[in-house]
């Protein structure tokens, strides 16, 4: 008897695949990673199949079969379909969100995996005689495109119109054809070497790692700011590229990085493919398709880029490897650093993790032995990373957050024509509203959270919902109307910076003033040509960017970590310490680096500053070692919201009621901490609580929160609350 059954995974909450006839037509082309449209409830959904068989645990007449093959041929490899699998038991996800979530729109709803056909004309034979010889100028193209076959775009680079074409094509002298996009492969694609001499270390990194190629290997490329790691990147997806492989290239955010992707074009022949959350669906369509397909042979793209199908995968490529926009922070939330990992594993090809500010996670690995760990310790072409200076600001008259000594080291750097940043990461013009006579905080109401002030437009916004409302005229707690800002955000430096310094007036780099990854990219290629002296940027300047006549970076204030609850925030704070002093000294003047502190003899400060991150990291592993925490053990945390209170304590004690017995007995290894309100408890009306998870063993941990979900699924009537589960998460 044939398979007759697909197993097809369907996108909903239900944690399991859904079982469906195959039409007698299709049994024998039916195959796992093949779409397909199903009846489902009193519609149809896209699904995938997943394995076809001889067996369902239904009986049979109550199958639906099913009712359209999308496919012709499975839109992912075995491999790749190994790891969805992976991804749907490893995070939990129901196996719908698992091999469907991360596929184009497009294609979740059903559109052909096709690319268009490519438009070419070609000259017919003879068709020189149709044309008359007053037609100069149809004439001359003809002549140019000679035998060949050309596209529109080729004709016009050449300096001819597509009204030339039109009228060619008209009197018959040449023909349009159609082109399959697959014909045109290439896999042959063009390096150009700069000829650079490369630092010792660039050289040692860039053998070990294409000493690698065609296997598994995960490499940690840990170098200071500035070493060339880029150049490395570039060097050993030259060698994979050449031996006809393809190379995956997986950043941050791509409009924090234009620069990267400009050095990429510039070394290699080929389109370089990108996949990110900005572009629109017909582009990521398209462009999915192209690595797919095997067109394109580089693919740049963020975290959800991270399973793109590749049928000649041979390096992947993952810069800036401890950010945590790698982290998807809702529905399926996966960690893009930790897949592509697993990705390589099971491809069977080597991964380079590269970062300034390793991941303790990564770091960890790397000294343990798991990750070949690469060090380029020196600057590429500059002095060495400046070290940060701290500044004592207790008790000093501040001025709209800057110390006077800061002040007059700006004035220094501003008048030697040089570019000083002064960093804050707080957008807005002041993070508070405050009662000057009762001391009454202005505060939304779904989060209770101060809201910030901004100036332009003038409003106050939550910066935890996005709720916006009219800054209030009166105190709601005794009326007075002396409303005062309290503190300072971007907007208020940049008021008080254009006062002060009137030759150069600052630039605002943040989401408010700066939007689209045009403007941005616009905006730091005038900053690298060195343009706009005075800047004051957030996290959109903190990140790998090069500005060689930047000399002065002032740190306005990272106190807040010292009293963060999340056990991260130490490790996040130092590695944007270290990443924003990285942009100073990068051009032939040597740089300086200010970081103002409340608390100048923290340890970690004074680590950062005296010795350098490596220092910190090591610190900080110890101290996660005695505290047990990651990476010395796995954690995951159920997040459980809900509009009342009452209902998400019940449900933790609950669950934890639930769970009891099977952590007593089966899951010795497995410990679940007391359930807590999450930091910021209150959010969009919600409140929120957290129940931590932690084991040495990631088996029971993984095993443990399987019968979890297995539990609260059969319990009814916890439906008002919402819950969801976070492996490793990433922010407490
Ligand atoms: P990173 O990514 O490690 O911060 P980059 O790759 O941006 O560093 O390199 C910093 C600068 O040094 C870039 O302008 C780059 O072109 C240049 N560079 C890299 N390697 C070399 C080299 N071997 N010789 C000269 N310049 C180099
Ligand atoms: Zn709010
Ligand atoms: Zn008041």
New binding site residues.
């Given amino acids: 008897m044939q398979n007759h059954i697909a197993r097809v995974a369907l996108i909903t909450p239900v944690r399991r695949l859904f079982d469906y006839l195959i039409p007698n037509e299709n049994q024998p082309t039916l195959e796992a990673g093949m779409r397909v449209r199903v009846p489902f409830a009193r519609g149809h959904k896209v699904g995938l199949v997943v394995e076809v068989t001889s067996q369902s645990e239904w009986t049979l007449a109550k199958l639906k079969a099913i009712s359209d093959v999308l496919d012709d041929s499975p839109l992912f490899d075995t491999v790749n379909m190994q790891i969805r699998h992976w991804l749907g038991e490893y995070y939990m996800a129901p196996p719908g969100e698992a091999y469907m979530n991360l596929l184009p729109k497009k294609l979740k709803a059903g559109e052909p995996a096709l690319l268009p056909s490519i438009e070419k004309w070609q000259a017919n034979v003879d068709g020189k005689l149709l044309v008359t010889n007053q037609a100069k100028r149809q004439l001359a193209l003809l002549d140019w495109m000679g035998q060949r076959q050309v596209s529109l775009v080729e004709v016009k680079q050449a300096g001819f119109s597509r009204d030339l074409l039109n009228k060619l094509q008209e009197s018959q002298a040449i023909s349009r054809v159609e082109l399959r996009p697959e014909g045109s492969i290439s896999k042959q694609v063009n390096y150009r070497d700069l000829g ?4 010792d270390e ?1 050289q040692a990194a860039i053998n070990r790692i294409t000493a690698q190629l065609n296997q598994f290997k995960a490499i940690l490329l840990q ?9 490395v990147y570039i060097q050993a997806m030259a060698k994979a590229l050449q031996q006809n492989q393809q190379v995956l290239v997986l950043v941050p955010e791509i409009g924090l990085t234009p620069q990267t992707l400009q050095r990429f074009a510039e070394r290699f022949d080929s389109e370089i493919v990108v996949l990110h959350s900005e572009l629109n669906d017909t582009e990521r369509y398209l462009a999915w398709l192209k690595a797919k397909m095997g067109l394109a042979r580089i693919v740049v793209g963020t975290r959800s880029a991270v399973l793109a199908p590749m049928p000649d995968l041979g390096l992947i490529i993952l810069d800036e490897e401890h950010d945590i926009s790698f982290k998807q922070q809702d529905s399926l939330r996966y960690n893009a650093r930790d897949v592509a990992v697993k990705r390589a594993h099971l491809q069977q090809v080597p991964i380079v993790l590269g970062s ?1 500010t390793p991941s303790l996670e990564s770091y960890y690995n790397a000294i343990q032995g798991r990750y070949l760990h690469l060090k ?1 310790q020196q600057r ?2 500059q002095s060495q990373p400046p070290q940060p200076v701290v500044l004592d600001i207790k008790d000093q008259p501040l001025q709209d957050g800057l110390a006077p000594r800061v002040l007059d080291l700006m004035a220094k750097h501003l008048d030697a024509g040089n570019q000083v940043l002064v960093f804050l990461n707080r957008r807005g013009f002041a993070p508070a509203l405050m009662c000057h006579e009762c001391g009454w905080i202005y505060e939304c109401q779904r989060c209770d959270h101060h809201f910030t002030y901004h100036q332009s437009p003038r409003q106050a916004q939550c910066h935890q919902c996005g709720e916006i409302t009219p800054v209030p005229r009166q105190c709601h707690s005794c009326g007075s109307t002396q409303i005062i800002d309290w503190g300072v955000g971007t907007e208020k430096l940049e008021a008080f910076l254009k006062q002060r310094f009137e030759k150069t007036p600052p630039l605002r780099v943040d989401r408010d003033n700066i939007r689209g990854k045009g403007q941005l990219a616009q905006t730091l290629h005038e900053v690298k040509q060195g343009e706009h002296q005075l800047l004051i940027g957030t996290q959109m300047l903190a990140k ?1 960017h ?1 500005f060689p006549n930047l000399t002065l970076t002032v740190i306005v204030n990272l106190d807040n970590a010292l009293y963060s609850a999340d056990f991260r925030a130490i490790e996040r704070m130092s590695q944007l310490l270290v990443q924003v002093a ?1 942009r100073a000294g ?1 051009g032939d003047k040597p740089g300086q680096v200010v970081l103002q502190s409340h608390h100048p003899e923290h340890s970690v400060i004074n680590l950062v500053c005296q010795q350098n991150y490596e220092a910190v990291l090591s610190y900080l592993l110890q101290e996660r070692q005695a505290m047990m925490l990651p990476p010395y053990q796995f954690w995951a945390v159920l997040r459980a919201e809900a509009h009342q209170p009452a209902l998400v304590e019940q449900f933790c004690a609950q669950v934890t009621e639930l769970l009891k017995p099977y952590l007593q007995h089966h899951y010795q290894q497995v410990i679940l901490l007391p359930a807590f309100p999450a930091a910021q408890e209150k959010r969009a009306g919600k409140y929120r609580y957290l129940m931590v998870f932690e084991s040495k063993q990631r088996n029971q941990l993984n095993a443990a929160l399987k019968q979890l979900c297995q539990l609260i699924e059969a319990q009814k009537g916890l439906s008002q609350v919402r819950w969801l589960l976070d492996i490793d998460p990433q922010d407490i």
């Fill in positions: 650079l001499t490369l630092l660039q170098g200071v700011t500035g070493s060339g790691k880029t150049e300034a380029l590429a072409q790998g090069h990285g990068r």
